[in-house]
């Protein structure tokens, strides 16, 4: 094996450096979500793909739900789904906050969540998993805020003394694959199966809630409220409950 010299080094490394980061963003409504993350793996850092897979999350859930990024000045997650999408003014609308954290598998079997900020104020924690090791395969799963330190969470900086008087404290874990921490993993998540199909059945469902959720509040204040939105597509995942609503 010959060793690389630093001119060779060089070259390798601006290759990374001259991404087209604007080609990558020009892709995103035209791949699939299983051949994005190949574009991610070949093309951009850490600090870089998890930004563009939770921009790519988000297309995909605008099929089935009413989503939203969320200003990261708010410390409320990174999406929303929310009904209705507008309100009048001083109306409130019905809503769920996520967390989105994207991260690949590595040659040693394990990958690693990092920077959950538990003092930031969203109900769910979406996870997706992509192992390069067998065909860029994806695992999705999604964790109530509460049960987060189930799966073994620990300080990324620090130690429980140092930071005790810290209200924002940052955590991390890794996990390996078959390991406990991935079963915890998937016994804590609230999908029906670890695929995309699992996770926007979930949030279609959770979309579903909140317009039952919102008619129901006003129906008790104002009386009969008709649906301001075609909402057949937040029953895709739901065809009888579809049926039961027309």
């Not at 598998?105 to 924690?125: E, P, Q």
């Not at 939105?229 to 895709?236: G, I, P």
Request: proline share 2%; net charge positive.
């Amino acid at each position: 094996m010959s060793i690389p010299n630093r001119e060779e080094l060089l070259i390798e490394a601006n290759k990374k450096l001259n991404v087209n980061k604007e080609k990558i963003k020009i892709l995103l409504p035209h791949m699939s979500i299983e051949d994005y993350v190949i574009l991610l793996f070949n093309n951009c850092t850490p600090s870089q793909y998890g930004t563009l897979f939770e921009n790519k999350l988000k297309k995909e859930l605008e099929k089935y739900t009413l989503v939203s990024h969320i200003n990261k000045s708010y410390e409320s997650g990174d999406i929303m789904i929310k009904y209705p999408y507008h309100t009048s003014f001083g109306e409130k609308y019905e809503f769920f906050t996520f967390e989105v954290k994207f991260t690949y598998v590595n040659s040693k079997g394990n990958f690693n969540i990092k920077n959950i900020r538990l003092y930031n104020d969203f109900d769910f924690l979406i996870l997706c998993v992509c192992n390069p090791y067998d065909n860029f395969s994806l695992e999705y799963y999604c964790i109530k805020k509460e049960n987060l330190q189930d799966i073994g969470l620990s300080l990324m900086n620090g130690t429980k003394r140092s930071n005790k008087n810290n209200e924002k404290v940052c955590y991390g874990t890794t996990i390996s694959l078959y390991g406990l921490k991935e079963f915890k993993l998937q016994m804590n998540s609230d999908l029906k199966g670890n695929d995309i199909s699992g996770l926007l059945r979930f949030m279609s469902d959770k979309q579903i809630e909140l317009v039952e959720n919102y008619v129901s509040r006003y129906n008790k204040r104002d009386g009969n409220y008709k649906l301001p939105y075609n909402t057949k597509k937040f029953y895709s995942y739901n065809e009888e409950l579809h049926k039961m609503v027309a």
